[in-house]
């Protein structure tokens, strides 16, 4: 195997913060995968649990593509439910779990995120602080729903209750996404611990102002535990130092971050390059990290507006617009949702409800009968599940089937009296 050409460096923090006798939070500092994980569970079980997640995935070899980390998460899942089915006073204990990896696609490295329950993960790229993940919380859902607010989401009374963690059951549906690692970049794990206390444009800028990743991680701490520290609080941050030259290549792209001042003024050549035509790696940027921008309090940079000679000025905003059109086009794209249609749960390409222009389309339809589906199943598809990818999708659904089959009566008291009589003459029993 080649050496690799990305590096990173890397810093954390966890405390048990102001209120809570115990930490149940868990972390996993490199070298190959980084995982915030956050126990429930009563007596000694959200320790257990978050730890004993985080040893499954830390015990195997992590693989090289995404799809490896997804099994590995699945992996812990069995782990930890089969644990608490085995020890009575674990019953019923769980773990979210964030986690990002150096992954494989197609022979480029990529950093790969998994993610289960409301702990997150988030990219500084820029100055500009974005969450990868979904949070995996009522809350959450109503969120993605628009029926609440963000800022109001951190105050409300439900806020936690997941919707999704590892260990409560024989199966998990995991989130993956992919990243480009470009050079500058910055990766924040955490529990909910911090979010819940400090407002995401604090921690934008402790992030954006502290270089050193575990200076940084211990300053968020203390800003969670000044806000009340009503909850375990955990950071993993995680720092892109060399990209291999990805930064550089995709500069050329309408992908690379807003340029600043400097690039306006920088010489023809330069400025020409925003109106190229956006490679696949800025493509898949744009469909993982620029998802939903948060109000971001960071001062706009001062620009030399009177410097840009105005033809370049206009190729720069042309190509900005064009990018922007692209970012969202392509957001809408590569979402699917699983929805009720003729009712049958089908899978389509494009997120519920439709973004923008792009309406979507018909994915897969999966045979299964609304009729058959579950009731607190079936009112979540009739306005549509987005899900992150394809294959997210299709978990979903096979998460889905299970269910239904748990459910559905056995229906052998009727047929097994005439095929007692006849079976032996026709089929093996299966
Ligand atoms: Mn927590």
């Not at 105050?155 to 995991?174: F, L, M, S, W, Y």
């Not at 995680?238 to 600043?260: E, L, N, T």
């Not at 079976?423 to 093996?428: D, E, I, L, S, V």
Request: hydrophobic content about 35%.
């Amino acid at each position: 195997m080649t050496a690799r050409a990305v590096r990173l460096r890397w810093g954390g923090a966890t405390d048990v913060g102001q209120l809570r006798s115990a930490n149940q939070d868990s972390m996993l500092l490199g070298p190959d995968i980084f995982v915030v994980a956050d126990g429930m569970g009563g007596h000694q079980g959200g320790e257990v649990a978050s730890a004993l997640a985080i040893e499954t995935v830390s015990d195997r070899a992590v693989g090289s593509d995404v799809g490896a980390l997804v099994t590995a998460v699945e992996d812990a899942n069995e782990t930890v439910f089969e644990r608490s089915t085995r020890d009575p006073a674990l019953s019923g204990m769980g773990t979210t779990f964030v986690g990002i990896a150096i992954v494989e696609v197609d022979g480029e490295e990529r950093l790969g995120i998994v993610n289960v329950g409301d702990s997150r993960a988030y990219q500084l790229s820029s100055g500009q602080l974005v969450q990868i993940t979904d949070d995996h919380s009522l809350v959450g859902e109503l969120v993605r729903d628009g029926r609440l607010s963000r800022e109001d989401a951190r105050t409300h009374p439900q806020k936690n209750i997941v919707t999704r963690a590892v260990g409560i059951d024989e199966q998990v549906q995991v989130d993956d996404f992919v990243v480009i690692p470009h050079r500058g970049d910055r990766y924040l794990l955490c529990s909910d611990g911090l979010t819940d206390e400090v407002e995401e444009g604090d921690i934008a800028v402790v992030l954006r102002t502290i270089d050193d990743p575990d200076d940084a991680a211990q300053e968020l701490v203390r800003r969670a535990n000044e806000h009340g520290g009503r909850d375990n609080i955990t950071i993993v941050i995680v720092d892109v130092v060399d990209d291999g030259g990805m930064s550089d290549r995709a500069a050329a792209s309408a992908a690379s971050p807003v340029p600043d001042a400097e690039d306006f003024s920088d010489s023809d050549d330069d400025t020409e390059t925003f109106l190229a035509v956006p490679d696949d790696r800025a493509h898949e940027q744009r469909t993982t990290a620029r998802r939903e921008p948060l109000q971001d309090d960071s001062e706009p940079k001062p620009q030399r507006a009177f410097t840009i000679r105005s033809v370049a000025f206009v190729v720069v905003v042309l190509g900005l617009l064009g990018a922007g059109a692209y970012l969202v086009n392509d957001y809408a794209r590569n979402s699917y949702h699983v929805i009720l249609d003729d009712d049958e749960v089908t899978i389509f390409r494009g997120r519920a409800g439709g973004v923008l222009w792009f309406d979507p389309s018909l994915e897969e339809r999966t045979g299964i009968d609304a009729e058959d589906v579950p009731g607190t199943f079936r009112d979540r598809l009739e306005g549509g599940v987005n899900q992150s990818s394809l294959a997210a999708a299709q978990r979903f659904v096979a998460n889905l089937e299970e269910r239904i089959e748990e459910l559905t009566p056995p229906v052998t008291t009727t047929t097994s009296t005439t095929s007692s009589t006849t079976a032996p003459t026709t089929t093996q029993p299966g």
